[in-house]
């Protein structure tokens, strides 16, 4: 069965600084993956998904993330984040064929002023 | 824009009750999913609807039912409330795989942030 590795719960980056959140996924299958964003006291909210093609896929708010097939990653980026930015972030990922999603436990990002 | 609406943004019930969250969705999905979250446990699927009046287990179904009587509404039944379900509850839809669109993401709702006393 797949499983989704977040293994950052919690990351603490200073406003305009870069950040990295990551996400390993277990199975090698053929698999679609996404970011998803919780702002507070709110259900998600896409960020960015990966279908096909290119490895390098752009998502809203500056966001991108990056394919790693060999690897089984999809790391989530940002150059330089925003105050708005604090939120908890999910990636989940999706064997072909298959329905349902498999979520990580989750990241949530501070941002500090 | 997908809109799927949970009915309720907080609830508290007592222990025993039987309690039913609402979900509807206005795009025509054949999916539809109920959702847990818990803190540093991430979405675990209750359990997944892929047509009307089908339903399919998911990862922790035990104390819960649901219903799907027509396309856009997909309910969750907790038969007798216990203290340990109290927990955020995410309702999402998706298009099935057989439509062309089934590689497309799941859409949520804002929650039900649910407290059982």
């Known amino acids: 069965a797949q499983s989704v590795t977040q293994l950052d719960s919690q990351v603490p980056v200073f406003e305009e600084a870069p950040v990295e959140l990551r996400c390993n996924y277990s199975?090698?299958?053929?698999?679609?993956l996404f970011w998803y964003v919780q702002y507070p006291n709110q259900g998600l909210q896409l960020l960015l998904k990966?279908?096909?093609?290119?490895?390098l896929v752009k998502g809203i708010n500056g966001f991108e993330a990056e394919f790693n097939k060999s690897q089984t990653s999809f790391h989530l980026r940002k150059p330089s984040v925003h105050i708005s930015d604090t939120a908890e972030y999910f990636c989940?990922?999706?064997?072909?064929?298959?329905?349902?999603?498999?979520f990580g436990t989750g990241t949530r990002l501070t941002i500090i002023p | 824009d997908v809109k799927v609406t949970q009915s309720s943004r907080y609830l508290v019930k007592r222990t025993g009750e039987k309690v039913f969250l609402e979900c509807v969705q206005d795009?025509?999905?054949?999916?539809m999913f109920w959702y847990r979250q818990d803190p540093g446990l991430g979405l675990r699927l209750i359990y997944f609807?892929?047509?009307?009046?089908?339903?399919e287990k998911g990862d922790i179904p035990e104390g819960y039912s649901v219903s799907r009587e027509k396309k856009e509404r997909f309910s969750l039944i907790l038969e007798s409330a216990s203290t340990n379900q109290t927990s955020m509850y995410l309702c999402?839809?998706?298009?099935?795989?057989?439509?062309?669109?089934?590689?497309?993401?799941?859409?949520f709702g804002d929650g039900t942030r649910l407290s059982i006393l």
């Open positions: 795009m025509d999905h054949e999916n």
């Open positions: 989940a990922v999706r064997d072909f064929g298959n329905e349902k999603l498999t």
């Open positions: 199975s090698s299958v053929s698999v679609y």
């Open positions: 990966y279908l096909s093609g290119s490895t």
């Open positions: 999402a839809s998706s298009p099935g795989l057989w439509t062309g669109e089934g590689s497309q993401p799941q859409h």
């Open positions: 609807s892929y047509d009307v009046k089908m339903k």
